[in-house]
C-alpha cells in the first residue's frame, strides 16, 4: 500500500474576480491573495484554521507588486508560519509548475500542507499609471522567498527594435508560419480560428470568475469592427488575451495522510497524477530552428502524460494555455488532436475572456479543473501553462480518482521527442544582403486600425536568418496581408541602420 505522506491531493479552490475595481476602489494583491486563501479553507470543509498549519506558501508573481516576500507577508495575514516560501517570476506556465513543485515535494516527504497563491491585478494598475497616481500596496515582508523558474526577458534588443516587443507582435509570427505549414488558404485559416474561439465563449459564459462572460460567434472574432480592430495580422481584438483584468485564485495541496488529519471529506479530494516543464533551447523568438514546431512544449506533454501513466485519448477534460489561437493549435498539434476534438480545450473560457494573463491565469484554470473533476467522479484533466512566447511550458494531470501504480512525478523523459527535433537557435545574421525568402511575417496595425510596420522573419539563399521590416507604406502592407506571403522571396537593403524586406 501507497504512503498516504507522499500521495498529493488539491483538498480546495478559491477564485475572485474584481470587474468594477477602480484605482478609487479596488482590492490590493494581499488582499485578494487572502480572501482566495480563505476561500480556499471554506471550500476544503476545515475553515481558516488550517491554514495556521501550512508548511509551504508558493506564489506566483504579480506584474507591479513588489514586496520583499510576498509569501511571508501572506503568512502573516493568514496566522501560519511555513517553512518554505517560494515565488516567481514572469510566465504564464508558472502557476502549474507551482502546482507541481508543492506536489512533487508533498512525494518526496518534504511538505504535508502547501498553498499556491496569484492574482492579476493590472486594470487598476494601469489605470494608475495612466493617472500618474501611485498605488499604496503593501511592501515589506521580511526575508527571501525562493525563486522558481527565473525572471529572464523573453525578448531581447535587436527583436524590439523591429517591432517585437509584446505577445500581440509575436504570436502571430508563429500563427501564420503555422498555417502555412498546414496549407490553409487565409480565409480558411480565419474561419478555423473563429470557430476555435467561439467555443471557448461558450464556457467563458458559464464561468462566474470570467471577465468577459459573453458568448460571440465565429464570424463576430475575427470580423475587424470599430470594437474589434485588428492588432497584428491575423489577430483582432477578441482573439488576443485579455490584459488588464483583477482576478485571484489559489489551491490547498497536501498529502492524503494531511486530508485525513484535517477531516476533509474524500469528495474534496483531486489527486495530482503527475506533471512535467521544459522550455526552448532557442529561447529567442527570432532564433527558433522551425516557427511552426515547438520541440520542449512537445517534451512537457510526453513527459507529463508518461508521469501520470494516461494517453491523452483517456484524458477527459482540457484546460491548454490559450493566450492566443496559436497556442491552443501547437497544442493540437503536440498531441495529435483534431482542433474539433468534443471534449473542448478549455474548463475556464481561456485568456481572452475568462482573462487573468500576466502570470496566474493557471491558478484559474487548475481551480475549475478541481471543480469539474469532483462533479465527474474518476474523471481526469489535462492542464498547461505556456511563458512567454512558446518558450516555457509546464503541464499537469490530476483525477478524482486516486492513480494506480508507481507514485507520481514530475521528471521529463531520459528519451524526449526533441531528440529527433532541431532545437539550436539559428542565430540572425548581422547584415544580410541579397534575396531572402520569408519564413514568417505580421503586420503591426494602429490603435487608427491602420497598418504600420510589416515583421519579416526569413532565410537568405545563402541559409542565413534575417530579421527585416517591410516598407511602412500604409497602402503596401494592406495589399501584404491579402494573400499568404510565407515562402515568397524578396530583397533586403539596409535604411537608416535598419533592414527592410521587399518583395521581389
Avoid at 113 to 141: C, D, F, H, T, Y
Avoid at 144 to 171: C, F, H, I, R, S
Avoid at 231 to 257: D, F, G, H, M, R
Amino acid at each position: 500500500m501507497k504512503d498516504e505522506n507522499r500521495i498529493p491531493v488539491i483538498i480546495g479552490t478559491g477564485q475572485l474576480v474584481d470587474r468594477n475595481a477602480t484605482i478609487e476602489r479596488y482590492l490590493e494583491p494581499l488582499e485578494m491573495l487572502t480572501r482566495t486563501a480563505q476561500s480556499a479553507a471554506e471550500d476544503a470543509g476545515a475553515g481558516p484554521k488550517l491554514l495556521q498549519e501550512l508548511d509551504t506558501i508558493a506564489l506566483v508573481g504579480i506584474v507591479g507588486w513588489h514586496p520583499q516576500n510576498a509569501p511571508r507577508l501572506l503568512g502573516e495575514k493568514l496566522g501560519a508560519h511555513p517553512a518554505k516560501e517560494f515565488t516567481t517570476g514572469t510566465g504564464g506556465q508558472m502557476g502549474v509548475s507551482l502546482t507541481n513543485l508543492v506536489a512533487s515535494r508533498i512525494v518526496e516527504g518534504e511538505s504535508a500542507l502547501a498553498l499556491v497563491g496569484g492574482s492579476n491585478n493590472l486594470k487598476v494598475l494601469m489605470q494608475a499609471i495612466g493617472e500618474k497616481v501611485r498605488l499604496p500596496w503593501v511592501r515589506g515582508g521580511q526575508g527571501q522567498a525562493e525563486l522558481v523558474d527565473g525572471d529572464e526577458a523573453g525578448t531581447n534588443e535587436l527583436e524590439e527594435e523591429y517591432g517585437m516587443k509584446m505577445p500581440p507582435d509575436v504570436y502571430p509570427l508563429f500563427e501564420n508560419a503555422l498555417r502555412a505549414k498546414l496549407g490553409l488558404n487565409i480565409e480558411a485559416h480565419r474561419k478555423r480560428m473563429g470557430d476555435l474561439f467561439a467555443r471557448f465563449t461558450r464556457v467563458a459564459v458559464n464561468n462566474p470568475y470570467a471577465w468577459f462572460p459573453l458568448e460571440r460567434s465565429s464570424a463576430e472574432l475575427t470580423k475587424v469592427t470599430d470594437t474589434n480592430r485588428m492588432i497584428s495580422w491575423p489577430y483582432t481584438k477578441y482573439l488576443n488575451a485579455i490584459l488588464n483584468t483583477e482576478q485571484a485564485a489559489s489551491l490547498l495541496v497536501c498529502s492524503v495522510a494531511k486530508a485525513r488529519s484535517l477531516g476533509i471529506p474524500e469528495s474534496k479530494w483531486v489527486y495530482w497524477w503527475g506533471g512535467a516543464k521544459s522550455q526552448e533551447k532557442a529561447w529567442w523568438t527570432s532564433e527558433r530552428p522551425d516557427f511552426a514546431a515547438c520541440p520542449a512544449m512537445q517534451d512537457t506533454m510526453t513527459s507529463t502524460l508518461a508521469n501520470a501513466g494516461v494517453d491523452v485519448s483517456e484524458i477527459d477534460h482540457i484546460d491548454f494555455y490559450s493566450c492566443f489561437p496559436v497556442a491552443v493549435e501547437m497544442a493540437c498539434e503536440v498531441l495529435g488532436l483534431d482542433i474539433a476534438d468534443p471534449r473542448g480545450f478549455t474548463v475556464t473560457g481561456g485568456l481572452p475572456y475568462a482573462g487573468g494573463p500576466a502570470s496566474a491565469y493557471t491558478l484559474h484554470s487548475l481551480a475549475t479543473m478541481v471543480g469539474r473533476l469532483r462533479d465527474n467522479p474518476g474523471d481526469k484533466g489535462l492542464v498547461t501553462g505556456n511563458g512567454w512566447y512558446l518558450t516555457k511550458h509546464s503541464a499537469a494531470v490530476l483525477s478524482s480518482a486516486p492513480k494506480t501504480g508507481a507514485l507520481p512525478g514530475s521528471r521529463l523523459l531520459d528519451k524526449l521527442p526533441s531528440a529527433d527535433m532541431p532545437t539550436a537557435p539559428i542565430a540572425v545574421a548581422d547584415a544580410p544582403t541579397g534575396e531572402g525568402v520569408i519564413e514568417t511575417y505580421t503586420v503591426a496595425y494602429g490603435r487608427d486600425g491602420k497598418p504600420d510596420r510589416g515583421i519579416v522573419l526569413g532565410r537568405t539563399t545563402g541559409g542565413q536568418r534575417f530579421l527585416a521590416n517591410t516598407p511602412g507604406d500604409p497602402s503596401m502592407l494592406e495589399e501584404f496581408v491579402l494573400q499568404e506571403r510565407v515562402g515568397q522571396t524578396g530583397r533586403l537593403r539596409h535604411q537608416d541602420g535598419m533592414l527592410v524586406f521587399e518583395l521581389g
